[in-house]
């Protein structure tokens, strides 16, 4: 099964208006960290925030916010005030704390969205 | 800021030959990682490195082997080229807390292809 799923191959938005990237994932695990990274067409994965399954608040960064929803295992990403700039692929990832060994600074990838702001 | 590079951002080669993809890190991580990004797959994780001179295999090894003679860099090697390695490669590090929040940091990525 996959631990990281990312319905929406594809978003559209228009530029200063919010928008929501899905992301449900599946672990057995209670203690877990979840990541949302950026990577525009020049490649490069920007790290954009963090929830920990532990954290009482949903996270947020600037104009980042992250929507946790536990009994769900969801943890959308919410942009708001979209921006030409903001036009990129997003992934969505998880580290489980059980994961053993060495192997517990392994990241599970989602399949990634790309968001399209229109002007 | 952190630093990833990798040695090159399109890299050409022919199907048979031996290909060395390098990265460095220039933040005194202790983690560093080599994964391919494929359209439709997102990113997967080949091998990684928790010290210098120690590796674990990813979820995809095959056809790979990876160097870690110093603690910034870090080198994936394809023995033997083949078609169905051409892809995009990313190299991250990250400081190795042992902490769920442990972030990881990529580098630009390195786009091969197997002809």
């Known amino acids: 099964a996959q631990k990281i799923t990312q319905t929406q191959p594809g978003m559209f938005v228009q530029e200063k208006e919010a928008v929501t990237l899905d992301c449900t994932y599946d672990?057995?695990?209670?203690?877990?960290?979840l990541f949302w990274y950026k990577q525009p067409s020049s490649g490069e994965m920007i790290f954009l925030i963090y929830?920990?399954?532990?954290?009482?608040q949903n996270a947020t960064e600037g104009r980042y916010s992250l929507n946790f929803q536990k009994a769900r295992k969801s943890a959308n990403l919410v942009i708001s005030a979209s921006q030409l700039g903001d036009s990129a692929m997003y992934f969505c990832?998880?580290?489980?704390?059980?994961?053993?060994?060495?192997?517990?600074?392994?990241?599970?990838f989602g399949q990634g969205t790309i968001l399209t702001v229109h002007p | 800021d952190v630093k990833v590079t990798q040695s090159s951002r399109y890299l050409v080669k022919r199907t048979g030959e031996k290909v060395f993809l390098e990265c460095v890190q220039d933040?005194?991580?202790?983690?560093m990682f080599w994964y391919r990004q494929d359209p439709g797959l997102g990113l997967r994780l080949i091998y990684f490195?928790?010290?210098?001179?120690?590796?674990e295999k990813g979820d995809i090894p095959e056809g790979y082997s990876v160097s870690r003679e110093k603690k910034e860099r870090f080198s994936l090697i394809l023995e033997s080229a083949s078609t169905n390695q051409t892809s995009m490669y990313l190299c991250?590090?990250?400081?190795?807390?042992?902490?769920?929040?442990?972030?990881?940091?990529f580098g630009p990525g390195t786009r091969l292809t197997v002809l």
């Open positions: 490195s928790y010290d210098v001179k120690m590796k």
């Open positions: 991250a590090s990250s400081l190795g807390t042992a902490m769920l929040r442990d972030t990881q940091y």
């Open positions: 933040m005194d991580h202790e983690n």
């Open positions: 929830q920990g399954s532990y954290d009482e």
């Open positions: 990832a998880m580290r489980e704390a059980n994961a053993g060994g060495t192997s517990y600074g392994k990241l599970t």
């Open positions: 672990t057995s695990d209670q203690s877990y960290g």
